[in-house]
């Protein structure tokens, strides 16, 4: 149709009909919705009566620098972290201190040690 130049023809709108049966709103008594709220009994209605407190505002915490390196350094804290506890986990001497079980037997000899000749 868009390429023949035709237009489409659209006939008057009608209006849309409303069954006569029909409520807007939850149902029941009609008096609840008749009920007026004030501004402030909506904004305040768990307190009596708004004090200073209620508009002050919260001071910033202070952020250590570990924490704030952290904060502006997720990427380079997360390389760093798990390199760190790779090394530590797959370290030998921590290993052998604190997993390995002791070797059982005799110790090894050591031969007598070669006396320096003196020249």
Do not use: C
Request: proline residues 11%; glycine residues 10%.
């Amino acid at each position: 149709m868009s390429g023949s130049g035709v237009k489409p023809k659209i006939g008057p709108q009608q209006a849309f009909r409303v069954p006569d049966n029909y409520r807007s709103g939850p149902a029941g008594h009609g008096a609840a919705s008749a009920r007026t709220h004030t501004l402030k009994d909506t904004l305040y209605a768990n307190q009596s009566q708004p004090t200073q407190a209620s508009y002050q505002i919260k001071k910033p915490q202070k952020i250590g620098r570990v924490k704030l390196w952290i904060r502006r350094n997720p990427n380079k804290f997360q390389v760093l972290a798990v390199t760190t506890g790779l090394g530590i986990f797959f370290s030998k001497p921590i290993y052998d201190i604190f997993i390995a079980e002791p070797k059982v037997g005799p110790r090894p000899k050591v031969g007598p040690r070669p006396k320096a000749e003196l020249h």
